[in-house]
């Protein structure tokens, strides 16, 4: 049974012009903790990656341990905290259902030899929106060693499941303002 669930909320936020994570959304102060409450409905234990706890509600936190910024250095440090298998879920992600959450582990659970399990949208595959194991640790750090922080290079060279996912809205990105205007006025965010 997969226990963990990690929100990956430290990027610089450049397109979006201030801290994506912070924004309020869905009812909550900030979309960071909208995220966890969404997760906390899955999964017993739920953090946030981050460079520094600047959150404003009590959450628990993976602080990164490389100083570059990237997804791959996130996973690196969440794998050296937990030492278990976690789903990651970019912060700017607020519109992927708990349906689909809850397929993906329902796959991890069922079969369990992969590195990664990751949704395939029509955009293509998802990587932060996916499970990672403590498998892909070492490959990570050999990545990390010779500063390649690209985490398509990790998923070209692991054993990835893919489960594909029809709804292209689930995976919408929130990077600059005029989507995050968008998706606040014109789409319905169930309250949780």
């Known amino acids: 049974m997969l226990r963990n669930a990690v929100i990956l909320a430290g990027g610089k936020s450049s397109r979006m012009g201030e801290d994506k ?34 959150f404003d509600f009590d959450a628990n936190i993976i602080l990164d341990r490389y100083s570059e910024s990237s997804p791959m250095v996130a996973i690196a440090s969440i794998l050296d905290e937990l030492k278990e298998d976690f789903f990651l879920l970019s912060v700017d992600m607020p519109l992927l259902s708990l ?9 991890y659970n069922r079969e369990e030899f992969y ?5 395939k949208s029509p955009n293509g595959l998802e990587p932060t929106a996916a499970i990672y194991t403590n498998k892909i640790a070492t490959t990570l750090k050999e990545f ?19 489960v594909e996912w029809e709804f292209k809205n689930d995976f919408f990105n ?19």
Do not use: C, W
């Open 115 to 119: 590195e990664v399990y990751s949704f």
């Open 144 to 162: 990390l060693k010779m500063e390649s922080y690209k985490l398509m290079n990790i998923l070209n060279l692991s054993k990835v499941k893919i």
């Open 21 to 54: 994570a912070l924004l309020p959304f869905g009812g909550y102060p900030t979309m960071a903790e909208y995220q966890y409450r969404k997760l906390q409905k899955i999964f017993p234990n739920v953090y946030i990656s981050a460079k520094e706890n600047k």
């Open 174 to 192: 929130l990077n600059y303002r005029e989507e995050y205007i968008y998706v606040k006025q014109n789409i319905h965010v169930k309250e949780m």
């Open 99 to 107: 349906e689909a959450i809850k397929k993906l582990v329902d796959v």
